[in-house]
């Protein structure tokens, strides 16, 4: 049987009765755009992320745009600092809103954004921090929020990948106003299109969130604040409140994995872990390999499927050439991206599969 690298049909299934009776009450109700199941979504994740407001949006990159705009970082004065090892939409969230966007190495251990290698480069023009909590670790937030405060800067976490994760038993709002999440489908919490949701502490920043991701217009048809458009629709969120509730089991489920991959990994030759800890939500499960290249192609050709996570820096990528970098300035993320393997990861992954693609890994080198 092929193993995909992911497979959404199970929690699909799973939930299925749950998002089935949300998806007839709405037709009943024949609203789609900012009704009842928008709103009970936005209690049910502030509650479960424990946070004072969530606010949903048209994407993940929408909420880093808006955030942005929301802090008043929007003129190409004005430098936002982010990690070139992301997904690309971390850094089109960025330049979205309209300041600069620039790039820091990461942890050569944990590929996270390394706050001292930012220290090292950021400037008086620094007003934004964008750390990201890639593969669902959550990256070093006590030292972001101390540089942000020293540089004056706001501090905008990138929990795309890490819904549910908290840092140190504090919810990942509790270290700064902005927590920006990504309901893409793959993702540990997602929709069955594109969704998003930021979730604050401020109720001040909720109120005005509110208002700027629906054209800045507060219900009527007055716009008051400088806002875009980009609203959840509310099938979307019938989907989301359906999962919602099976996000710790799902999340469990995916640690479970990850746990017998490190085991059966255990000094594999050709096979060097990143560095995670329990906080993680496994979003991806991510090695770094020699020969990575002949390695997927092997597993492809088992039926196995895998991803790369990413296949290059953004610093690197044509469309961030603004942020003035050249090859060789971020060495950590340039050697990662050569090395690093996503395995197949996701809840209801039998260990049956993952037992073989541990075996196929270890095939492969032994040969
Ligand atoms: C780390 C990270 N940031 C931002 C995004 C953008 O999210 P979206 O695809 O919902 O715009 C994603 C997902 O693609 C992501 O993984």
Request: glycine fraction near 10%; proline fraction near 7%.
């Amino acid at each position: 049987m092929p193993i995909p690298s992911v497979n959404l049909k199970p929690c699909l299934d799973a939930a299925e009765p749950a998002w089935r009776a949300r998806l007839a009450a709405m037709f009943g109700r024949m609203h789609f755009i900012l009704g009842e199941e928008v709103a009970g979504l936005e209690q049910e994740l502030a509650s479960a992320f424990q946070t004072k407001c969530a606010i949903t949006v048209g994407s993940g990159t929408a909420a880093i745009e808006i955030v942005l705009r929301d802090a008043g970082v929007t003129r190409p004065s004005q430098e936002a600092w982010t990690t070139a090892l992301t997904a690309p939409f971390t850094g089109v969230g960025i330049a979205a809103a309209g300041c600069r966007v620039r790039f820091a190495d990461v942890d050569p251990e944990t590929l996270l954004l390394d706050p001292a290698d930012l220290g090292n480069r950021a400037g008086k023009r620094t007003a934004a921090l964008v750390p990201v909590h890639l593969y669902g670790q959550p990256a070093p937030l006590a030292p972001f929020r101390s540089l942000a405060r020293s540089l004056g800067a706001v501090l905008i976490q990138d929990a795309c990948q890490a819904h549910g994760a908290t840092h140190k038993d504090k919810p990942l709002a509790a270290y700064g106003p902005y927590v920006c999440y990504s309901f893409y489908p793959t993702k540990n919490l997602g929709c069955l299109g594109d969704g998003g949701a930021i979730t604050t502490n401020s109720l001040a920043a909720g109120k005005r969130l509110l208002s700027r991701r629906d054209g800045g217009r507060r219900g009527g048809q007055i716009a008051y604040l400088p806002g875009i458009n980009s609203r959840l629709d509310e099938m979307q969120a019938c989907y989301l409140r359906a999962f919602l509730p099976r996000l710790g089991e799902w999340n469990g489920m995916r640690r479970h994995v990850a746990h017998l991959y490190e085991e059966g990994l255990r000094d594999c030759p050709g096979i060097r872990p990143v560095r995670t800890s329990s906080e993680s939500v496994r979003h991806l499960f991510v090695i770094r390999a020699a020969r990575r290249d002949k390695l997927r192609s092997w597993l492809a050709g088992k039926g196995i499927g895998t991803g790369i996570h990413y296949p290059a820096p953004l610093h690197l990528m044509p469309a961030f050439r603004e942020a003035g970098c050249k090859r060789g300035d971020l060495p950590h993320a340039e050697r990662a991206v050569r090395e690093i393997l996503s395995l197949p990861i996701y809840p209801y992954l039998s260990d049956a599969s993952v037992a073989e693609v541990i075996g196929r890994v270890r095939e492969f080198y032994r040969r």
